[in-house]
């Protein structure tokens, strides 16, 4: 079943703008549902529409974050309160930087000390993280695709005003060599910003956590694979989900 995201009667200072024409377009469910019957592994989604409704398949399934965590570390540190309000550092740029656009998993332990297990906890329950599950070793820290990908959908909103331009930067910059999967979809002019975890690379847990955006459109997306016979092959199952997914994307 869909499920709306919005609050309705909620009051905003935005209520009085024209409302956004309803774009009509779904994810192909069906398609990424035939695709993943004859993949080996376990594969979860979740994907949250243009029009903020969600569906998803084994959305409540629990996985280890591996370094999808990185994007709510992210978050956390941004809205830190001796940081929300001022210009980062370079000193901070040159930690967030590769804790995202290369996974530096060196980078994420000293944010994780940083900003501490209360403050991340925070993030997860601002976003309403119903499956979330802190753990000392970050990566092990447990996640679902709906929580994830209704997090990626309201990630600006987690994310201070003045540092939203400079997180989406990083999620888009992702470098080359980390750009598979949804990496390696056509999507028709959508800007994509994405993570992806993949553990040791064994193929134990390949995940990719995103969001396209378009014209003030939204997509987000939370592919979560575990048991892949290999690196390689959660590799080609993450973009062969997402490419099912979003077919025939909006050119608008």
């Not at 192909?28 to 594969?43: E, L, S, T």
């Not at 995202?100 to 944010?111: E, F, L």
Request: glycine share 10%.
């Amino acid at each position: 079943m869909a499920v709306g995201l919005g609050a309705p009667g909620a009051l905003s200072s935005q209520a009085a703008a024209p409302a956004k024409p309803r774009l009509h377009w779904h994810a192909h469910f069906a398609f990424a549902n035939r695709y993943i019957k004859h993949r080996a592994g376990a594969v979860s989604y979740g994907v949250v529409g243009p029009n903020g409704f969600y569906h998803g398949r084994h959305g409540g399934r629990t996985v280890p974050m591996a370094s999808t965590f990185k994007v709510m570390l992210l978050a956390t540190y941004l809205r830190r309160h001796g940081v929300r309000h001022r210009p980062l550092h370079h000193r901070e740029r040159k930690l967030l930087g590769p804790m995202i656009r290369r996974s530096d998993n060196v980078a994420a332990t000293r944010v994780r000390d940083i900003v501490g297990r209360k403050a991340v906890v925070r993030l997860a329950r601002a976003a309403h993280m119903r499956h979330f599950h802190y753990d000392s070793v970050w990566g092990l820290s447990r996640t679902c695709a709906k929580d994830q990908a209704r997090f990626m959908y309201r990630f600006d909103h987690y994310v201070p005003r003045r540092h939203r331009r400079y997180a989406r930067h990083l999620l888009a910059r992702i470098v080359p060599s980390q750009r598979w999967g949804i990496g390696r979809v056509p999507l028709h002019g959508w800007r994509l910003h994405f993570k992806g975890g993949w553990g040791i690379g064994s193929g134990a847990v390949d995940h990719q956590v995103a969001f396209l955006d378009k014209r003030g459109y939204r997509i987000a997306v939370a592919i979560l694979t575990t048991g892949n016979p290999s690196h390689s092959y959660g590799k080609a199952t993450l973009k062969g989900v997402a490419r099912r997914l979003l077919w025939n994307l909006p050119r608008l």
